[in-house]
């Protein structure tokens, strides 16, 4: 099928090579000019493990192109993505629709032809019927132009996997053509068995925020545990396995730590609440300001462990923080906990000297005044504690009996409970952890 994809962010530039890995003719599509250009040359212009790959694969294969064009789009595809950004709206809980509304309205004006736009994007629930109307307004195909809302469920750092082998496919439509059509795009996810389910349009739009919210719900879960462990001498990492081997709990989102960041469970729950209230159901979903706020205490907790560790002030004191992305894997900082660490220690008097593995010039960009540096063992130097913030896999390889040599005094807060504590005691290091007893 001809396909675009408009908007070509972390979701959009893997949903536009997957749908070109898997046979179609694909057009990206995106108002940043650097951006394509990237694409077109077959960079990728962010950090996802396998992108560049598939990228190299489907260009050379003459399946995808690229361009800055809403005209071309509409005069190319059948079947057109819509993948833009909803952040969250500066001085509200809100998700800003500027950017989906901006493609629908650029788009629709030039759909002369029967097609099919189908939103990824992460909306507040009813504004798929919104847009489903505007595009009825604006197309000149009038009916024969539809609307149709598909979630996106892969997370970054496993992105190209999550796309290609999707646990499920959830397409929200009434129309039995934008269901045939959309089943002709996923034919071999759906042939390899993938669960497909049909709901209405509003059910498409919840199914996604609810999936996010469950997830940051059992984040938070566990780090309120984490809370109660500390206060009690007991060791959230054994309880999560404890609890987790219970298959109706399952073993996965239970790591405790520093919580969850990045572009989308944060201004997710927010953007739920936010429209909870406008729909008067509010009660319905207090529980997630909880969820919040749990979480953003885990961030005051890792700065409290950390200055304990030093000895109650950070002023004069060089922290060494390793992880700068918001998760392993991806160059990815919005939001980033560690980041927001960083800066809070750095606010409290300390030096800061950052590692990542990927995103040390995202974080440079958005961070000037920390410091950084290209080895773990470079911002280690002179270090008087080590905080483990993002949990690449890298930091686990890490020999800590070298590490200790480099740094003032050999103290580590594990704030991802990710390293092999007993490993770096043996070596000569004090040793913290969230919700871990000392
Ligand atoms: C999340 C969802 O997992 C995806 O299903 C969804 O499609 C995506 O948002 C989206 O809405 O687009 P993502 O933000 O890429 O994906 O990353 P996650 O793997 O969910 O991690 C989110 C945060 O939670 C990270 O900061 C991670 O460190 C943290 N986390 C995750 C924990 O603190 N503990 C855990 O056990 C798991």
Redesign the pocket.
Known sequence: MRITVIGTGY?GAVHAACMAEIGHEVLGVDVDELKIAALAEGRPPFFEPGLADLLARTHAGGRLRFSTSLREAAEFGEVHFVCVGTPQRSGSFAADLSHIDAVVDGLGPHLSEPCLVVGKS?VPVGTAARLAGRVADLAPAGDAAELAWNP??????TAVRDTLEPDRLVVGTGSARADAMLREVYAPMIEAGTPYLVTDLATAELVKVA??SF?ATK?SYVNAMAEICEATGADVTRLAEAIGLDDRIGSR???A?????????PK?IRAFLARGEELGVERSLRFLREVDEINMRCRQRTVDAARDLVGGSFLGKRIAVLGAA??PDSDDIRDS?ALNVAAVIKLQGAHITVHDEEAVDNARAAFPHLDYALEPAKACEGADAVLHLTEWRQYRELDPARLAAVTRTPRLLDARNALDLPHWRNAGWTVRALGRPA
């Open positions: 979701l992460t996106e469920f892969l997370r970054e750092g999936a996010n997830l984040i989102f239970l790591s730590g520093l919580g969850f960041g990045g572009g989308c469970l997710d918001f998760k906990p």
